[in-house]
């Protein structure tokens, strides 16, 4: 708990907050956030560059309001025949797109799974919203009947499903969500899909359950498989009715307009931006299989990162360990578990390099 100040007139649902983020650490390798290992090509960034020195003499003006260019690039992207300009919405990263969801449609208690991504009941809280979690089986998967019997006990606003889930990696089926947007029709609520790390996995996306259930949105980003974190782009693709309620909660030109020309010189270069996900994904694969050597139990996943456990030492010690030879991981809070990201070959080598070391 913090020391507020007697003159801060801090609301008192806030007062017992950490402020959240992983540690920001130099000189280390960086395995603890998910981001993708590898800069952007040369080429993009010379086309960026150029680009936002073209638009620099226009930025006495606001941006477009609904970044409409940048949407219809996005729907593009997506390729998927029922997804036009009108079911994309875009924000700084995905966090900002989940903070409108909760601000426009919280309207009675919101459920999500746990352990999944902490920044979902995080925003709840800010945002005065009610949470309600409900676990995760032992092995991580999700109990479907349990999540139904909750959403007719509760009439929830908002369920939330994180597919490649954060931080365990497991996927959900494309038919469990497909029941769950079939259970909720008829009742006013939305389920909503974070698939951050959609790129990363080969089951099918829930926007293609968008055409025939408008209650389900999809939450996307450019953080993971575009490399782009840095430039904070996140995206919604849903039913244009969902899209009008987001626009009445966003602060006005949310999204500048050095943001919405970087990321479409990004998306003109989708192939070049994106052309590591099989490295990594294959990395993903060998790492996985080198670890279990190790004698240790990593769950599969569908995303850059693994999530293990079947260790002695504590979390934190074991976390500690691997820090003091260079590499940072995640330690998510969950006893007995760590997370780390898939990184280079390199450095992925240096990971396990510094586990067989930590874990003698
Ligand atoms: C990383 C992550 C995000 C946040 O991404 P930004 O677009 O960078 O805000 C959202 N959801 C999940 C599950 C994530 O892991």
């Not at 009439?155 to 909720?184: C, H, M, Q, R, W």
């Amino acid at each position: 708990m913090a020391n507020w100040p007697d003159w801060l007139p801090i609301k008192n649902a806030l007062r017992a907050n950490k402020i959240y983020g992983a540690p920001q650490l130099q000189d280390v390798v960086k395995l603890n956030t998910n981001e993708n290992p590898y800069p952007l090509p040369e080429s993009v960034v010379t086309e960026l560059t150029s680009e936002i020195a073209s638009i620099a003499t226009s930025l006495n003006r606001y941006p477009d309001r609904d970044a409409v260019k940048l949407r219809s690039a996005l729907a593009n992207y997506l390729s998927s025949e029922h997804v036009t300009t009108e079911n994309v919405w875009t924000a700084n990263g995905s966090n900002e797109i989940l903070q409108q969801v909760f601000l426009a449609y919280a309207s009675s208690s919101c459920i999500g799974l746990s352990p999944s991504y902490s920044v979902h009941p995080l925003i709840a809280q800010i945002t005065g919203s009610e949470w309600d979690s409900l676990p995760l089986k032992k092995d991580f998967t999700i109990d479907l009947n349990a999540l139904l019997k909750r959403i007719q006990e509760t009439s929830p606003s908002l369920i939330f499903i994180t597919s490649p889930n954060n931080p365990t990696g497991g996927v959900v089926e494309y038919n469990d969500l497909k029941k769950i947007a079939e259970y909720i029709k008829g009742r006013s609520t939305l389920l909503i899909v974070d698939e951050a790390y959609a790129e990363f996995s080969s089951e099918k996306s829930a926007i293609e359950l968008i055409e025939d259930y408008p209650q389900v949105a999809v939450v996307r980003t450019m953080s993971k498989a575009f490399a782009f974190a840095g430039a904070r782009v996140g995206y919604l693709v849903a039913d244009s009715n969902i899209i009008s309620g987001l626009k009445i909660v966003r602060l006005p030109y949310h999204l500048s307009a050095v943001t919405q020309a970087a990321a479409l010189v990004a998306l003109k270069n989708v192939k070049l931006m994106q052309s590591e996900i099989q490295i990594i994904v294959a990395e993903r694969i060998r790492l996985r299989e080198e670890m279990t050597k190790l004698g240790l139990r990593v769950m599969e996943s569908g995303a850059n990162f693994l999530f293990f456990t079947g260790f002695q030492p504590k979390s934190q010690e074991l976390w500690q360990s691997i820090l003091d030879r260079g590499i940072l991981i995640r330690d998510v809070g969950i006893e007995g578990y760590l997370r780390v990201t898939i990184g280079t070959p390199d450095e992925n080598e240096q990971f396990l390099d510094s586990l067989k070391t930590s874990l003698r």
